[in-house]
Structures are given as structure tokens and as C-alpha cells.
């Protein structure tokens, strides 16, 4: 789960760590009574969605301007113009693909007179079952050009996690960033933070970019992007309620409720599997025969005809699905409760493209009468190879 950057700050300032005055917005009519809160003389405008690039990015609508999602205000009056500029306009940046996001929360922020800039992050290691510190002098930019144009400017490394954060982690990224006397210090101080909030609120990505030194002297948290591991939020009420579901893809909300691991994705024909790896090998051999999955949908071994159902309907909802792939290799799952789930599923919600089912496992025979006699137009396979090539062949119309 991710949630925007004025949450992410507010959450990490409850562990310490150093932020700038910020006040989140809803309504352009209260940028005015925001940026007079905050004072001045600088003000920093920012759009408030799940992607990044936002300073680089463009609205489609000519009425927001052309200054991008994060805008430099020197006055109220520019600060209320910026917002209503803003607010209700859709932002494109490289992270959100061609049709953008539209931004309904603004983050006026007091601007900060910067004097350098540098990237941190931290995430879960998973070859090494360890937290892990990304850490860089070249803040401000996309660590991945960092990583390819000059690699040797990113120092990494893992906290043992019998051990916890110790001081030796904060000289290290103290050493990295190329910080002595005071500021060393601080970032000792705000490693320790931040690992303590990255462990305590189970996250599986913390970035800060850029972290920044002021020309005052002071170590600031200046951007923050955050996700949670989905497993643990059940532990923290207090984050789930940060939620944003107006940045999330409906269909993906509506597997949630269900407990269906689902994933919108590019292509016109839509998968229903059961197990992530037989999910994505029918993915695969989709590819192989020259088209693209709509999505990725894996039922889960424990599915009753209930959540079947839901997950048929959830694919036909879809407007870019031209066929729909059902693959189901029956061991807990048993073929006969899919089938019973997928004739529920077309008899109520009706079927207008080509269906591909096959089935083979625990009462694969039982499952295969049930469709047979359902009158559904639906076409049987064989085998995963012939599944793919029949409903690929379906949906060119050949």
C-alpha cells in the first residue's frame, strides 16, 4: 500500500525525523488560509499523487499550466492560483503512464533554501532476508540514472537484524554523504529514525529524494515516499486509514474484498488461475503466441464458488478484455467449484467475448460436465498450449 508525501512526512515526524512546514489541501479555496499558516517567503506547491517525476511532469489541460506538478510560489495570490490551476487536472509523468492522474490533494510547503542535495533509501533486502540502506550524493535525481551513469556513487548496505541499527550505520551514510562535525551527527540521528519507523510500521519501501542540507546547516527530510507491506497492515489501523483508493484501479479495490491476488495490466486477454506461477507461465505463453495479458489473477488454492464468481466479474469488467483464459490445475482448488464459479459468473454478468477454459486435477471430470452442460458457448483445452493458442486464435477472429 502507498500513500502521498504530506502522510509520509507527518508519519515520520512522529519518530523525529526533520520535515519543513507543510499543510495538505483539498480545496483551492483553503491554499490562502495554508500558505498564510505556513508564512513565507517561499512557498512550495505540490501535486499529491502515487507516481513520481512529478516536478517534471505536464498537465493535459492547458488551463494548469506548464510548470509541472511541483511549482515555486513567491506570494499568497500565486500560491491560491497554482492550486486552482492544479487541483482536478490530470498530471502525466513517467510513472503514470500516457493517461496521467488526476490530482485532488495539493502539499503547500515552506520553501527551503537548499544547499545540497543527496538520495537515501531503505527497503527489505530479500536475498539476504535484511534491511537494506541505498545511499547517494546525487540527490534530486532518478537513482537508476545515478546507477547506470556512475554506480560508484551508491554505497549500500544491510542492518543485521539480531543486531538493529547501531551508531556504526549512521557513520557510515554520515561517511558516504561526505558529512562531518554537526551534520554528521544529524545524520546519525536520523538514520536511527529512520529505520526505527521503517521496522515499527512494517514498510517495504522508504525514499527520500532529496534528503537535503540547508544553507542554515540543517539535515532535512525534503520528499518522502513510502509503501507498507500488505501482509502486516492488519497490525496497523493507523496507516490503513491512510488509504487513497481514488489512486488505486477499481478492479484491484474490488479483488481486495475478496482476497484475490489481482493486477491490471496492458493487454486484451484476461487470466484466471489458480497459483502465482501457473499465473504467470500462462502469461508467458499468452506473450509467445503474439498477444498480451489484461491482467494478472491468481484465485488462490482455498477459492469457493463465491470468489470465483467475483473474479469473472471482475475481468469482464474490463473494457479492453477481447477473451478471457480460465487455467486451472485442480489440487486444493478443485476443478468442479471453478467450473460452478465461471457458469455462476457468465449466467449473471453474460459473456460478449470468446472463453477458453482448462481444467485438469482433483474432479477435472466433474468440472468439465458442469461446463459442457451449462449451454455456455465456451470453448475446453486440452492443455495450457492449446488453451493459449485457442484464445488467441478466438480473439483475432481466425
Not at 269 to 293: E, R
Request: charge should be negative; include cysteine.
Amino acid at each position: 500500500m502507498n500513500i502521498h508525501e504530506y502522510q509520509a512526512k507527518a508519519l515520520l515526524h512522529e519518530f523525529g525525523v526533520p520535515i519543513s512546514r507543510g499543510v495538505p489541501v483539498l480545496q483551492a479555496a483553503d491554499s490562502e488560509v495554508a500558505a498564510k499558516t505556513i508564512g513565507g517567503p517561499i512557498w512550495v506547491v505540490k501535486s499529491q499523487i502515487h507516481a513520481g517525476g512529478r516536478g517534471k511532469g505536464k498537465f493535459k489541460e492547458a488551463s494548469a499550466g506548464d510548470k509541472g506538478g511541483v511549482r515555486i510560489a513567491k506570494s499568497v495570490v500565486e500560491v491560491n492560483e497554482f492550486a486552482k490551476q492544479m487541483l482536478g487536472a490530470t498530471l502525466v509523468t513517467v510513472q503514470t503512464g500516457p493517461h496521467g492522474k488526476q490530482v485532488n490533494r495539493l502539499y503547500i510547503e515552506e520553501g527551503s533554501d537548499i544547499d545540497k542535495e543527496f538520495y537515501l533509501s531503505i527497503l527489505v533486502n530479500r536475498e539476504t532476508s535484511e534491511v537494506s540502506f541505498v545511499v547517494s550524493t546525487e540527490g534530486g535525481v532518478n537513482i537508476e540514472d545515478v546507477a547506470h551513469n556512475t554506480p560508484e556513487k551508491i554505497v549500500t548496505f544491510s542492518v543485521d537484524p539480531a543486531t538493529g541499527i547501531m551508531p556504526h550505520h549512521g557513520r557510515t551514510v554520515a561517511k558516504a554523504l561526505r558529512l562531518s562535525g554537526d551534520l554528521a551527527k544529524q545524520a546519525e540521528r536520523l538514520v536511527t529514525q529512520l529505520y526505527t519507523a521503517f521496522v515499527a510500521k512494517d514498510m517495504a519501501m522508504l525514499e527520500i529524494n532529496p534528503l537535503v542540507v540547508t544553507k542554515q546547516g540543517d539535515l532535512r527530510v525534503l520528499d518522502a515516499k513510502v509503501s507498507f507491506d500488505g501482509n502486516a497492515l492488519y497490525r496497523h489501523p493507523d496507516v490503513v486509514a491512510l488509504r487513497d483508493e481514488t489512486e488505486e484501479d477499481a478492479k484491484e479495490i474490488e479483488a481486495s474484498k475478496y482476497d484475490l491476488n489481482y493486477i491490471t495490466l496492458d493487454g486484451t486477454i484476461g487470466c484466471m488461475v489458480n497459483g502465482a506461477g501457473l499465473a504467470m507461465a500462462t502469461m508467458d505463453i499468452i506473450k509467445l503466441y503474439g498477444m498480451s495479458p489484461a491482467n494478472f489473477l491468481d484465485v488462490g488454492g482455498g477459492a469457493d464458488k463465491a470468489k470465483v464468481t467475483a473474479a469473472f466479474k471482475i475481468i469482464t469488467a474490463d473494457p479492453n478484455v477481447k477473451g478471457i483464459l480460465v487455467n486451472i490445475f485442480g489440487g486444493i482448488m478443485k476443478c468442479d467449484i471453478i467450473a460452478e464459479g465461471v457458469v455462476a459468473a457468465v449466467k449473471e454478468a453474460g459473456l460478449k467475448v470468446p472463453l477458453v477454459v482448462r481444467l485438469e486435477g482433483t474432479n477435472v471430470d466433474a468440472g468439465k460436465k458442469i461446463i459442457r452442460e451449462s449451454g455456455l458457448n465456451v470453448v475446453p483445452a486440452d492443455d495450457l498450449d492449446d488453451a493459449a493458442q485457442k484464445i488467441v486464435k478466438a480473439v483475432n477472429g481466425s
